[in-house]
Structure formats: structure tokens, C-alpha cells
């Protein structure tokens, strides 16, 4: 950590230099401005006018890059709040495979479009802006969108229903969307802080916290896909008795019960709501050996596609658990009837 001796101006001014390696990176000359902005703990951060400009361009070279490989190159540019984004040949036509690539990656991403296109160049822009969303609004989002999933997986498991799977399974395209314009507004919020007021946050202190919460939705949603994709590929479907399924059904009520709360827990800074969590974790958490020790006798491969469905719920808990660890942390470091901080 680099040290500055604070000066006096004037009989009211106190005046610090700014580093010259952090003036030259940034371009800031005598006579430019600069931002401030004053965070909670006593923090200062300065940044400079190119900060708020929120137009920055990517270009992705894809001479020697395959098709998944620039996929992957859109997704992580558009990932790190680039506003346009460029794929390029030096020499020659894109081919197909690469302009493929371009127009699969815009279909996973919210707010992208091709804006311009040449033989060699694609532009794509993305028109998402990080004031049309807050964080905590996605964050509800992605776990309802998880909750609804899972809800229709096991109902297409309860009645055998493979049209309800494949709906389930639909819905991970939009649960990856909002996921990955989580990470699109963490990053950019965490390279600017200006934007945190933004994206809903009073200092850019969450963020780390809130990319782990939506990395634990985006799992749960997966969670919800693999019940979905064990009903919609099944040669046969598990015979199971109406005990089994009812008691699977109120298993994943109490899930849903549980990731939702502790997600309000992390919006709302609650401390009690983690507790909540917790105390409905200790009583579900083993509900999973429990429906199993307790199965009619079947066919080990109708008795595996059972436990896998049992599996993917109880893991899905242990992740609403996780954030429910995180909502702790970020109530704690605020005062409240439970903690005083000086």
C-alpha cells in the first residue's frame, strides 16, 4: 500500500497528489476532472471521467480461435460490461462457423444484437444499462426462475408428464441469461463505482458476496434441469407409490420455502431470516436418506433415477444454505438490535 502526506491549501482545503503511474494509465492531465466518491468505513475512491463513460469496445481476433472459442470470448467481453463488441478477421471472411458463433452467443445474452456486418467484421452492442436492473431484483429472479423449474420437473416426475420436463428444461436458457447479466452488473459495478447506487447497492462492499449468491442460483437451476432431464430421457419412468411422490412433493415445497427465504434474507440484510434458514435446514436436511430407507423395493435403475432426483433437491438446499451464510455476513456488518460496531 502506497502512503501520501495530505497538504494544506488553504485555511479549509486539504489536498492530496494523485499517483503518477495512476495519471498516465488513465490519461488525467492538469485541469481534467475527476470523480469522487465517498464510501461507508471511511473509504474515498477517485475515478476518472473515462470511468463514467460505459462505452467501452472489445475487439476478438478470431484468426486463431475456433468457433466455441470466440463464443466464449463474446460471452466473457459481454461478461466484463464491454458495450461493443467486435469479431474480426485480419485476412480473410469470417467463415460460418465463426459467424455461427456470434449469432449464438447474442442468443444467451440479454440486451445483445448485431449492430453491423462485413465479410470480415461483425459488431454486436449490448443495450443493456445498468440502471434498467438492480441486483437484489435479479437475484429474485434467478431463484424464482430456479423455483419454477424444479416445480415443474417434479410434477412431470409425479405424474409422468415429459412435455412438463421439456418446459423445465426450456427455462434454463433464461435462468443462464439472467445469471449471466448478474455477473455482467457485478463487474461493471465493481470497476465503477459510480454504478453501485445503480444496481441497487449503496457501496461496492456486496459484491463479492451477491457474485456467489447468483453462482449458487445458477447451480440450484441446474439442480432443477437434472431432475427435468431425468424425466424427459427416460426409457421408463420410475413406478412409484402416491406415499413416495407426496412426500418428494413436500420435500421440494420446503425447498422452495427455504431458497426463497434465504434470498429475501440477502436482499433485506436480515439476520433473523438467516436463522430462519437455518432452523428449516436442520429440519429438511435429512429428509433425503429418510424417503429413500423408506422405498418399496424396485429395480436398481428406477431406484437410482429416485435417489438422483432426491440428490439434486438436497443439494439445492445446501445451496440456499450457502446464501443464507452469505445474507449473515453482509446483516452483520451492519449495526442492529443483535450487534453494535464502533
Known amino acids: 500500500m502506497e502512503t501520501r502526506k495530505v497538504q494544506r491549501l488553504g485555511p479549509s482545503t486539504l489536498a492530496m497528489t494523485l499517483p503518477a503511474e495512476w495519471t498516465k494509465e488513465h490519461y488525467v492531465e492538469k485541469g481534467d476532472e475527476v470523480s469522487i466518491r465517498m464510501g461507508g468505513k471511511g473509504t474515498l475512491t477517485v475515478l476518472p471521467e473515462s470511468a463514467s463513460t460505459g462505452e467501452s469496445e472489445a475487439v476478438i481476433h478470431a484468426d486463431n480461435l475456433d468457433a466455441g472459442s470466440v463464443e466464449r470470448a463474446i460471452v466473457a467481453q459481454y461478461v466484463l460490461g464491454r458495450r461493443v463488441i467486435h469479431v474480426q478477421m485480419e485476412s480473410d471472411a469470417l467463415d460460418s462457423e465463426h459467424i455461427n458463433a456470434v449469432y ?35 437475484l429474485e429472479r434467478l431463484e424464482n426462475t430456479g423455483s419454477t423449474m424444479r416445480g415443474e420437473a417434479v410434477k412431470a416426475l409425479a405424474h409422468g408428464n415429459r412435455d412438463l420436463a421439456e418446459r423445465a428444461l426450456n427455462r434454463e436458457r433464461q435462468a443462464n441469461k439472467i445469471f449471466v447479466l448478474l455477473l455482467r452488473l457485478i463487474f461493471t459495478a465493481y470497476q465503477n463505482p459510480n454504478l453501485c447506487r445503480a444496481v441497487g447497492l449503496d457501496s461496492s462492499f456486496p459484491l463479492i458476496g451477491y457474485r456467489s449468491v447468483a453462482k449458487n442460483l445458477e447451480l440450484t437451476a441446474d439442480n432443477a434441469e437434472d431432475i427435468a432431464e431425468i424425466v424427459a430421457s427416460a426409457d421408463e419412468l420410475p413406478d412409484v407409490d402416491s406415499s413416495t411422490i407426496r412426500r418428494i412433493r ?41 424417503i429413500l430407507n423408506d422405498l418399496e423395493e424396485m429395480p436398481n435403475e428406477e431406484l437410482l433415477q429416485i435417489r438422483e432426483v432426491l440428490v439434486s433437491l438436497q443439494h439445492t438446499a445446501e445451496y440456499a444454505m450457502r446464501n443464507a451464510e452469505i445474507a449473515a455476513n453482509l446483516a452483520l456488518n451492519e449495526e442492529s438490535e443483535h450487534v453494535d460496531i464502533t
Open 250 to 290: 413436500e420435500f421440494t415445497d420446503q425447498i422452495d420455502e427455504l431458497t426463497a427465504m434465504a434470498v429475501r434474507s440477502v436482499v433485506e440484510r436480515d439476520y433473523d431470516l438467516t436463522i430462519r434458514c437455518r432452523h428449516l435446514f436442520g429440519e429438511i436436511s435429512d429428509r433425503e436418506q429418510e
Open 104 to 138: 449464438q452467443a447474442e442468443t444467451q445474452l440479454m440486451g445483445l444484437g448485431v449492430i453491423e456486418e462485413t465479410p470480415e467484421r461483425i459488431a454486436i452492442r449490448c443495450s443493456a444499462d445498468p440502471e434498467d436492473f438492480t441486483l437484489d431484483n435479479l
